[in-house]
């Protein structure tokens, strides 16, 4: 009998390779090459059978969703699981996914649905003490401890099929139809592409649990990413209380939508307001301190930039960032020098997202520009106003998305005025007042004329 063919696959992107090296040139990464059995190809009697073809004009109907009760929760869902559907979970370790899932599964299990928590990573008794913890023991939530994709499909098979399915975790997952260890590349999409035929043919809504890397990317190969119907984040900072459940891909829902929660010693509970959750400790008539007006999804959301400028004595002065992508502090740096007249080379700047959150939209340069220069001068920005606006390497400031949404959030909670970009003049509600901006150098000139003598010259002229 021929030996049967190796090939090494790498842990980290999944490419395949016919003999070992050091390094996967796909990725980069170093020592990640696996030695694993190659797949044949195999050989079917079974002939292709006809299907219709239909056109793109025809009557269409939203998917069948089933509600779990939390709110946040099916808000980045899409409304809800779809049946039939599977969604990737992905956090780092001990951020509350296991919390986030069991409390998903006991909402599900009290709508009279039937909920199943397959655990790969504790044991039942284990999952019992968290249940215990969280007032769920009552919940007729169905658990097992089980890695063995044919035993778990085999025993839900039996009787009705499931509303929902958590898996915690996929890295644990494995198959006897391939020979490599469980975790490696060929066991986690081998076993996701069993649960997903499962889940397609029962109807039962599948929530997979997926580790992540040292950078936040889900563990695995990309495919299982592909394979899903959606790929939910959940991220937090571990000295915060706040976490966030951010959708990352969603086929049957929008993207970019996020869920706020809030970790307390009972377990996860949501947040209904989180722009007021996230202000409610402002240090009002600080320096170096703005609001910005964001958007997250299709929810707006205010939240506290802070910054800090303070004179270096080190040959290169430090950039740290926490919430924001520390490119866009470069480039917001570099215009303000070059179009602002703010020197900051012999300075030291800190900028941190209050909260825990991480913003990743460029709607946010005038509110980081803003506190930046506030911390330089000295001078502390009104406390009942919010900034937002993308600013260009020319130093203009250009208009953004759902300006009225930014508005509108920013009224309810108290605030009576927003610099803006010039283009959103005219869009102010009812007693609110815009204050519109062009360039970058017109806001700095603002602050400057409150701040210290060494900042009321800029760009050539006196502010």
Same mark, same amino acid.
């Given at each position: 009998m021929a030996a049967r063919a190796q090939h090494f696959i790498c842990q980290n992107c999944g490419a395949a390779y016919s003999r070992w090296a050091g390094k996967c040139e796909a990725c980069g990464e170093w020592n990640t090459l696996v030695e694993e059995g190659a797949e044949g190809p195999r050989r079917s009697s079974r002939k292709g059978r006809l299907f219709a073809v239909e056109s793109l004009k025809g009557e269409s109907h939203d998917a069948p969703r089933l509600a779990? =009760?939390?709110? *946040?929760?099916d808000r980045v869902a899409g409304g809800g699981l779809v049946r039939g559907s599977v !969604? !990737? !979970?992905g956090g780092d370790p001990g951020i509350g996914k296991s919390t986030l899932l069991l409390e998903v599964a006991a909402a599900f299990a009290r709508g009279r649905h039937r909920a199943v928590y397959i655990s790969?990573?504790?044991?039942? @008794?284990?999952v019992r003490l968290r249940a215990d913890r969280l007032g769920l023991a009552d919940a007729m939530v169905e658990v097992a401890a089980e890695t063995?994709? *044919?035993?778990?499909?085999a025993t839900l098979s039996q009787g009705a099929a499931p509303r929902l399915l958590v898996i915690d975790s996929i890295q644990t997952m494995w198959t006897q139809a391939l020979e490599a260890a469980p975790g490696t590349v060929t066991q986690v999409r081998g076993s996701a592409a069993e649960l997903i035929r499962f889940a397609k043919r029962t109807g039962a809504a599948v929530i997979l649990v997926g580790h992540v890397t040292k950078d936040g990317q889900i563990a695995g190969p990309r495919v299982v990413e592909h394979m899903v119907d959606a790929v939910l984040s959940f991220e937090g900072e571990g000295s915060q209380q706040f976490r966030i459940l951010r959708a990352?891909? +969603?086929r049957f829902g929008p993207t970019d939508e996020i869920g706020v929660? *809030?970790?307390t010693g009972a377990g996860l509970r949501e947040v209904a307001n989180p722009s007021e959750l996230f202000l409610s400790e402002r240090d009002l008539g600080s320096p170096g301190t703005a609001?910005? @007006?964001g958007i997250e999804g299709t929810r707006p959301l205010l939240v506290e930039i802070q910054a800090l400028v303070a004179p270096t004595a080190l040959g290169t002065p430090r950039r740290a960032v926490v919430g924001w992508d520390p490119s866009r502090l470069s480039m917001v740096l570099a215009v303000l020098e070059a179009h602002c007249g703010i020197r900051l080379s012999g300075h030291d700047v800190y !900028? +941190?997202?209050? =909260? =825990?959150?991480?913003v990743q939209e460029p709607a946010a340069d005038v509110a980081a520009a803003a506190a930046l220069v506030s911390s330089l001068a000295r001078a502390p920005l009104p406390a009942d106003a919010v900034y937002f606006g993308e600013v260009s390497l020319s130093g203009a400031v250009r208009p953004v998305a759902q300006t009225a949404a930014r508005l509108k959030e920013a009224q309810k909670l108290g605030f009576t005025k927003a610099i803006v970009p010039e283009a959103a003049r005219n869009e102010a509600p009812d007693g609110f007042a815009l204050f519109p901006i062009g360039m970058l150098a017109n806001l700095v000139a603002d602050i400057a004329r409150d701040g210290t003598p060494a900042l009321r010259r800029v760009g050539g002229q006196d502010a």
């Open positions: 779990s =009760g939390i709110a *946040e929760f !969604l !990737l !979970l790969g990573e504790e044991a039942v @008794a284990q063995s994709v *044919e035993d778990i499909v990352i891909k +969603n929660f *809030e970790m609001v910005f @007006a !900028l +941190n997202v209050a =909260g =825990g959150l991480r």
